[in-house]
């Protein structure tokens, strides 16, 4: 029985309910940094940027977390995995999408999932700039707000079943390559009816909420996707890493509507 997330609050001792508040919290942290002159950027051992926005938000989830449920393992991007020994695990991604951060455009979002046992059952997009914000609770359905003052509405997959037909988002094109799987963006765009590079996390918070019918990853980390699988298994989508396995731990990713699944991994197994 699907519930909305004003329903929350005893689900999982409160952690589903701490799932949004902390989230949004934050969010609402990076846009301390946003568009403001004089941010600085380093890069890490793989290049990729990282920015003072990036390890302060991180920073205030872990603490956030961590004086709430003590317990629980914390997994982040910035910094070393907080094992805990209770059967809880958090994945955190203070801003995904930082080279979107740091070039000022509000396409960046913050990432937070709780996992039982090692499988999902909450996740969060919260896209700060925008106000936007999806959740899921497994069971419970996928809801969408447009900012902090609408309210919750259902949240659901397009009904899309034609791959010409469809709109494909994508983070990076030339991350395809990285992975010797050029031929199959190729293919997609080719066959999708329109490409376009809204990715990262918001990719997947379109998908979601049906103005977008797949997402793809040809490279990801936990934290990049850990949302994804009950956000988009809650809207009536599919989340899955390449080879079809339910998993944000494939080193890979492909989210879609659920109609257009099979075929989108049938184009991506051929690499």
């Given amino acids: 029985m699907t519930t909305d997330p004003n329903t929350w609050q005893s689900l999982h001792d409160h952690r589903l309910a701490a799932l949004i508040e902390v989230v949004t919290a934050a969010g609402q942290h990076t846009l301390t940094h946003f568009r403001q002159s004089g941010l600085k950027v380093d890069s890490k051992q793989d290049d990729s940027p990282v920015t003072i926005a990036d390890r302060e938000t991180e920073q205030l989830v872990r603490k956030m977390l961590a004086s709430r449920f003590p317990n629980d393992t914390l997994q ?30 509000p396409l960046y979002s913050t990432l937070l999932a709780v996992e039982h046992h090692g499988t999902p059952i909450g996740g969060a997009i919260f896209i700060p700039a925008l106000g936007e914000l999806v959740v899921a609770a497994a069971g419970h359905g996928c809801w969408y707000r447009a ?10 997959v397009s009904s899309t079943s034609d791959l010409s037909k469809a709109v494909f988002v994508v983070s990076q094109v030339d991350s395809f390559a990285a992975v010797d799987a050029t031929s199959a963006y190729e293919r997609l765009e080719r066959e999708a009816w329109v490409t376009r590079s809204w990715g990262d996390g918001y990719g997947y918070l379109l998908v979601a909420t049906g103005r977008a019918d797949l997402m793809v990853d040809p490279i990801c980390n936990p934290w990049d996707v850990a949302p994804m699988l009950p956000i988009l298994a809650e809207a009536g989508g599919r989340f899955s890493d390449w080879t079809g396995d339910a998993t944000v731990r494939g080193g890979n990713g492909a989210g879609t509507n659920g109609h257009l699944h099979d075929a989108v991994l049938s184009r991506l197994k051929s690499e």
């Fill in 76 to 105: 982040g991007e910035e910094y070393a995995e907080q094992t805990g020994d209770s059967q809880y695990r958090w994945v955190v991604d203070p801003i995904d999408g930082t080279k979107s951060f740091v070039c000022g455009v």
């Fill in 147 to 156: 900012d902090s003052d609408a309210a919750w509405s259902k949240a659901s």
